[in-house]
């Protein structure tokens, strides 16, 4: 009987020390999803601000003349809100552009659900052609081709700025 007390002593401490080092473990990988969540969000910050100064040159030569840039805009709707993250627009035209560090082809798909929903929840552009645009520094591939087939302008990396890729291929699509 006294060896199964110290048997069932040991496999109780254990099973202590197991569910403290997950505990550990857990405090560890949500510290460590934190910090790359962060280093993250400032990546894709980069990526706007090399985005933003060069926007209203890149559709000017697409023939839209830009007034104001503006980066992180919000609205809500009844789905709920939905973020912009370049906006750009004259007073008629407005270029909503998903940018993202790693462009991919789901990250397209939603950016269209987004620009369905975009006059209802900007009413102010109701009456504006609206355009859209995706921007990453890398873009998977197929990415611009599905985009392209979908109207939007494709923004990539070029030297020391960026560049409408498809620009001499693309029929732009209206919302």
Request: glycine share 6%.
């Amino acid at each position: 009987m006294h060896l199964f007390r110290e048997s069932e002593q040991q496999r109780q401490e254990y099973q202590r020390i197991a569910e403290q080092e997950m505990a550990d473990l857990r405090k560890i990988v949500a510290q460590t999803n934190k910090q790359i969540g962060g280093l993250t969000s400032r990546w894709g910050e980069f990526v706007e601000n090399l985005i933003k100064p060069a926007a209203a040159k890149l559709f000017k030569e697409q023939g839209i003349d830009v007034h104001h840039t503006a980066l992180r805009v919000d609205a809500q709707d009844e789905k709920g809100s939905i973020e912009i993250d370049t906006l750009v627009e004259n007073t008629n035209e407005v270029v909503a552009i998903e940018v993202k560090s790693h462009l991919e082809i789901r990250d397209i798909k939603r950016f269209l659900q987004t620009l369905e929903r975009f006059k209802e929840a900007f009413p102010k552009y109701q009456n504006y052609k609206l355009y859209g645009a995706v921007a990453g520094i890398k873009i998977d591939e197929r990415s611009d081709l599905f985009a392209t087939q979908e109207g939007l302008f494709v923004i990539a990396p070029a030297g020391n700025s960026v560049i409408i890729a498809n620009s001499q291929i693309l029929e732009p699509r209206t919302w």
